[in-house]
């Protein structure tokens, strides 16, 4: 079929580790690459934030990306977007008036609105994946949310219009159903792994001869990176590896990694803390490789894509439960799910984990098994592609027939769990 994906602020192309740069980006680009490998015709469609960047790039199989001419072609923080959606949602119906597409998967809150203004006019059923919600971060961040006030309103409005949401959590559907949107009409998939990336064979990163924490992910408040560092103070015999941020000729300058550094100095661990700034892509499953324990404890978590990578690689986990995470770990199988903000029981678990290696060893191994098993990005796609053709036939439109290799075996629907 032919899928149009909007994702205003976060293309496949993007440099992964900025502040507004993350799983969102992995997520469009995985999905478009295994939807493209299973046939399908994909086209992404993004912001231009470049005045050289072309106006179509191909990407993967089967699959391109499409910058939108909407404000000015430069970076722009995606909390500054949403006077810029009426010029890419006219721009997509334009696009779409002389190339239809089957079906328009639109990825956050601002590329359902584009995304609706561009099918109003062509019967084109529109699905929608949040990623994040306004209103859960808000509920979480309180003043410190710097959202639009639009948010949660427009939301609701691309929630309750859309042909199908697809959430990647249970609790993210919990969520939508209290807001009236109809359980049939919500359906969860979560987001995947690279597995022939995020494997627990290969190369490791180089390390010393203390055991290693590592927290990965992007440097904001609510991804709890402090709480990590005031958990070290009782962990004496290890070191932090933070890893993520700025690049690294950019430390000094960020905000929050200043932030960080003086609660490590607070805490007298600030020789045990290493800030590694961005790591590439490709680097960071060797990365993860090189840790005896990863840990991921934000205040609340969509999904939590670096807690799958680190499965995928069989690095034990401790997590917040919160968000994703409950389904995506299972308690004292592939991890520890821990209170968010909680360093005392942060360093308790850390403490066990380091000097039990049977049960280390054990939670990577099953971590492993149940990345393996339930969230390849080809799994994924046919999911995906499973809710599609629900959409296209309660429309009256039969799906595009498949090719027998592309259509062999049932996908298995998941509940996110």
Not at 12 to 22: F, H, K, N, T
Not at 49 to 56: E, F, I, K, M
Not at 332 to 343: K, M, N
Request: a negative charge; proline letters at 9%.
């Amino acid at each position: 079929m032919r899928i149009a994906m909007v994702s205003e602020h976060a293309g496949p192309l993007a440099v992964l580790g900025g502040e507004d740069a993350g799983g969102q980006n992995v997520h469009v680009a995985e999905l478009a690459r295994a939807l493209g490998a299973r046939g399908h015709d994909v086209t992404v469609y993004t912001r231009r934030t470049a005045p050289d960047q072309p106006a179509t790039v191909d990407f993967a199989p089967g699959v391109r990306v499409r910058h939108v001419p909407a404000g000015p072609p430069r970076e722009i923080p995606k909390d500054d977007l949403p006077a810029h959606m009426p010029a890419f949602g006219a721009w997509l119906a334009a696009e779409w008036a002389r190339t239809t597409p089957d079906i328009v998967h639109a990825h956050y809150w601002m590329s359902g609105l584009a995304a609706l203004q561009g099918t109003a006019d062509l019967g084109v059923p529109v699905v929608a994946t949040f990623h994040a919600l306004g209103v859960v971060k808000r509920r979480h961040q309180g003043e410190a949310d710097t959202s639009p006030p639009e948010r949660e309103a427009a939301e609701r409005t691309v929630a309750l219009e859309s042909a199908r949401v697809i959430a990647t959590s249970v609790d993210e559907r919990r969520e939508l159903r209290s807001w009236g949107v109809p359980g049939a009409r919500i359906a969860v998939v979560p987001c995947g792994v690279d597995t022939e990336l995020f494997r627990p064979e290969g190369p490791a990163a180089p390390r010393g001869e203390r055991p290693r924490v590592l927290s990965l992910g992007r440097l904001v408040p609510r991804k709890g990176v402090d709480t990590v560092v005031r958990a070290m103070a009782a962990v004496p015999e290890a070191d932090l590896v933070v890893a993520g941020g700025p690049p690294a000729d950019g430390l000094d300058a960020d905000p929050e990694v200043a932030r960080l550094r003086g609660i490590a100095r607070a805490c007298g661990v600030a020789d045990r803390v290493e800030f590694t700034g961005r790591v590439a892509r490709a680097d960071v499953p060797a990365l993860l490789r090189s840790a005896d324990i990863a840990v991921n404890v934000p205040w609340y978590e969509p999904f939590g894509m670096c807690t799958v990578e680190a499965m995928a690689c069989g690095v034990p986990v401790i997590a917040s439960s919160v968000g994703g995470h409950l389904d995506t770990m299972i308690q004292d199988v592939t991890g520890r799910l821990i209170p968010p903000a909680d360093p005392r029981t942060l360093a308790a678990w850390l403490r066990t984990l380091l000097t039990d290696p049977v049960l280390k060893e054990s939670f990577g191994i099953a971590g492993a098994d149940r990345a393996m098993a339930r969230y390849t990005w080809p799994l994924i796609a046919r999911q995906t592609e499973e809710h599609y053709d629900r959409v296209l036939l309660e429309r009256g439109s039969a799906p595009p027939p498949r090719a027998a290799e592309h259509a062999a075996g049932p996908a298995t629907l998941t509940g996110g769990a």
